[in-house]
C-alpha cells in the first residue's frame, strides 16, 4: 500500500487539530497537580505551573486521562474522564486508522524488500509529530562540549546512543533525522519490524507496533508544539531535508527560514498569543493562560475553521480527480 499525499494532507490536518483540542481542554479542565508533583512540571527558576512549557511533557504536561508522564502516578478514572468530550470522537477515529494505515503501509514494504519506500513513509509520520516541535518551540539546536568555543548539535536526551538493534537506538537514530535532516540508514530499516530489546514482559515488541502510534492518554513534547500544515500540496520531509541542506541547518540559518517558505504556521508557541513577555512565567503559567481564556478560544475557533475548510477543499480535489 502506497500512501498519496491526500492522505498525508488530511493526516498533517487531523494533528494539528488535535493540538487545537488538547490547548482548548486546558483552558477549561486543567487543575494544578498536586503538592507533591509539582516539581515535575517546573524548570528550576518557575515559580507557578505550566500546561505549555513544562519540564514534563514540555507542551503539555497535561491531559484528560491525567498526568500522564514519567514519575507521575496514573490514575485510571471510570466513566470516561471529564474533557474528553472536548476532542472530537470522530478525530480519534481517523488518528487510528490512518496510524494503523501507515504502520502496516510501513510493514508491507519490508516484505518487498522495499526500504526506500518504507524509510519515506516513516520519516514523513515522525517528521510530522516531532519536526516543527523541535525546530519552532524546543529549539535545541546546539550545545556546547568541552571546548566553549566549539558549537556542537544539541542534546535531546539523556540516552543518545543510536544503535539500529535497540528500540532506543532506533528512536534516537530517528530523532535526529528528523530534527538535523540527516540520512538514515538501511540497517535501521530493515529492523523496524523485529522483535527488539528493551521491552517489557508482554508489551509489543517491535519498533513499528511501539513507536508508530498517537498518544491518546496526553501529547508531551513530541506531539505539541506549533500549529502548522503545508503551504501548497502535502510537504514530505524530504523537501524539507532537501532546504535544511541548502540553508546550512543547523549551524547557519534558523527554523523559521527552514520552514516558512514550506508551511503556514497558525500557531506559534513561541509567539504571542501563547508567549507573552510582560507576562509571569513569559504567559506560559496556566493562570496567564487563563487569564487570557477568552481570547485564546476565539482564536483556536477561528484557526480550526480554517483547517475544516482546507479539509473540505482537499476532499473535493481529491473527488475531482478519480
Known sequence: MILDDAFWRGFELDFQELKISYLSWALGYAREPPERHR???????KTEYCAVNSRYGRAFAISPFGPGVRGVSRTLRKPIPRGLDEIDL??????NSSTRLIRESIRAALQRKDFTQARQILLNFYWLKLGPHEL???????????DPDKMEKGRWGEDESEGWKTL???????VNVTRYGEYLQTDYVKR????????????????????????????CAFDCGPVLWSRKGFVHFKQVKKRMRELGWPFESNARQVLRPLYHIALDYRRPPIWMPYEPEQGYSLKSIRRRGCQLYEILDAISEKIDRLRRRITKESKNSE
Do not use: C, M
Open 39 to 45: 516539581h515535575l512540571f517546573q524548570w528550576p527558576e
Open 90 to 95: 470522530a478525530l480519534i477515529a481517523r488518528l
Open 136 to 146: 519552532l518551540f524546543d529549539h535545541i539546536q546546539f550545545g556546547q562540549g568541552d
Open 168 to 174: 532506543t537506538g532506533i528512536r534516537n537514530r530517528v
Open 192 to 219: 523496524l519490524n523485529k522483535k527488539l530489546p528493551g521491552f517489557t514482559p508482554g508489551s509489543r515488541n517491535t519498533f513499528l507496533a511501539a513507536a508508530l502510534s498517537w498518544n491518546r492518554y496526553g501529547l
